[in-house]
Structure formats: C-alpha cells, structure tokens
C-alpha cells in the first residue's frame, strides 16, 4: 500500500500547489494563494478564522460614490446620533444579533443579505412616516429573516416603554437609524460574494451580551 508524504499533499481548492495552511472553511488544508483569492468569494470563511482575522487588518473597503449612497434625503447628524444613541446601540446590536442567529443558518448570512434587510425596513418606515404602512419584505429569505427579527425587536421595546410610561420611540427615529447603519454597511463591505466585514465590523461596536451605551465605542464618526 502507497502512503502519502506531506510532500504529495496538494491544496483542497486549486488541487495543484501544495497546502500551507488549514482551512476551516473548507475543512483541509489549502495553499496560501487559493487563501487569499477564495477567501469569502468562494469559502464561507468562520469570523475568527486566524487568516481572516489577519486579512481584516489590511483590508480597505473600496469606496463608494457619493451618487450610490441611497436614501440621501434622510439627514443624520452628529447630534441626532447622540441624542439616539442608545436607540442606535439597540438596533445595532439587534441587527448583529440578527446577523448571527443560528436560526437564519449563519454560515450562508453574509453582508449583501444584511444590506438587502436593512434596505426593506427602511423602505417600511419611510411609508409609516408617510402616513401609510406597508411593509415590504425580501424575496431572500436570509434577508427576511433578519427584517423580521428587527421588526420583532421594534416591537417588543416599544411595548416595554409603554408599560414604563416613557417617552415613545418615533418612526422618523428609527428610519434614521437606519439608514446611518446602512450607510455604515455600504463603507465597510468589502464586495466578496461571500464577505462579512460589516458584520465582522459589528462585533466589534455592538458585544452579542446585553450592553448599555457606555460598554460599546462610539459609531458617530464612522
């Protein structure tokens, strides 16, 4: 019987060159170029993958045209982030929530996903400030699943302040919100079919325990 050497090991992905590295995003070992050109584009890379974490840390989001940016009626200032911002810690960190539920099957959530949810609920709330409602929902299911987890969300923290008698939370408020965190989203995808930089970028303002405004850093100046 032939036993195989390291040296006639060749990378799972390209089978050509041989394996530098493990890969748990396709569970063997692989060469270090096929890491860096199928990470997130053809693997769905684990988010504390140590070669992902790495990449992060070189990774610059291309930019987008100020023409691209949707919803750019909808002003947000530096003031009214402050002066939302425990509103923005809550849909932040339910949206990450979202992101990462294992119900939505994770593994396949990736940022175009986020951005598609994100995209229809302010389409909602734009309605709702018309005096309408209509409530429209991805054809993505990934997507819809995580619009109706924030929609869930809304509900259940206004039903909270009712019964506390405090001040209710407007529409106009959240559809700024919003629309700051989508705008987020747009400057922080890195445009790989399967990337998570934005959710990946969450992690890191919003902590997936309970937190309160002054156990996460501040978006304003993103």
Same mark, same amino acid.
């Given at each position: 019987?032939?036993?195989?050497?390291?040296?006639?090991?060749?990378? @799972?992905?390209?089978?050509?060159? @041989?394996?530098?590295?493990?890969?748990?995003? &396709?569970?063997?070992?692989?060469?270090?170029?096929?890491?860096?050109?199928?990470?997130e584009?053809?693997?769905?890379?684990?988010?504390?993958?140590v070669?992902?974490?790495?990449?992060?840390?070189?990774? @610059?989001?291309?930019?987008?045209?100020?023409e691209?940016?949707?919803?750019?009626? &909808?002003?947000?200032?530096?003031? %009214?982030?402050?002066d939302?911002?425990?509103?923005? #810690? %809550?849909?932040?960190?339910?949206?990450?929530?979202?992101s =990462?539920?294992?119900?939505?099957?994770?593994?396949s959530?990736?940022?175009?996903?986020?951005?598609?949810?994100?995209?229809?609920?302010i +389409?909602?709330? +734009?309605?709702? *400030?018309?005096?309408?409602?209509?409530?429209? +929902?991805?054809?993505? =299911?990934?997507?819809?699943?995580?619009?109706? @987890? #924030?929609?869930?969300?809304?509900?259940? =923290?206004?039903?909270?302040?009712?019964?506390?008698?405090?001040t209710?939370?407007?529409?106009? *408020? #959240?559809?700024?919100?919003? &629309?700051?965190?989508?705008?987020?989203?747009?400057?922080?995808?890195?445009?790989?079919?399967?990337?998570?930089?934005?959710?990946?970028?969450?992690?890191?303002?919003?902590?997936?325990?309970?937190?309160?405004?002054?156990?996460?850093?501040?978006?304003?100046?993103?």
């Amino acid at each position: 019987m032939e036993v195989i050497g390291p040296s006639s090991m060749k990378c @799972k992905i390209c089978n050509t060159r @041989k394996p530098r590295r493990y890969c748990p995003g &396709v569970g063997g070992d692989i060469c270090s170029i096929c890491c860096g050109s199928e990470r997130e584009v053809t693997v769905n890379c684990p988010l504390d993958c140590v070669y992902l974490v790495e990449a992060r840390g070189h990774e @610059k989001a291309p930019p987008v045209p100020t023409e691209q940016i949707p919803n750019q009626d &909808v002003r947000i200032s530096e003031e %009214f982030l402050r002066d939302h911002e425990p509103l923005l #810690i %809550f849909l932040g960190a339910k949206l990450l929530e979202a992101s =990462l539920d294992a119900s939505l099957e994770t593994a396949s959530v990736v940022d175009s996903d986020v951005q598609e949810a994100l995209e229809s609920l302010i +389409r909602t709330y +734009r309605t709702l *400030e018309s005096g309408l409602y209509y409530e429209t +929902r991805p054809n993505n =299911l990934l997507a819809a699943g995580i619009h109706q @987890k #924030i929609q869930d969300a809304v509900q259940e =923290l206004r039903k909270e302040l009712g019964e506390k008698g405090s001040t209710p939370i407007r529409d106009s *408020e #959240i559809l700024g919100i919003l &629309v700051f965190l989508e705008r987020v989203g747009l400057h922080q995808r890195n445009g790989r079919p399967r990337g998570r930089a934005f959710i990946d970028y969450l992690r890191g303002y919003f902590p997936q325990k309970q937190a309160g405004p002054a156990d996460a850093p501040s978006l304003i100046q993103v």
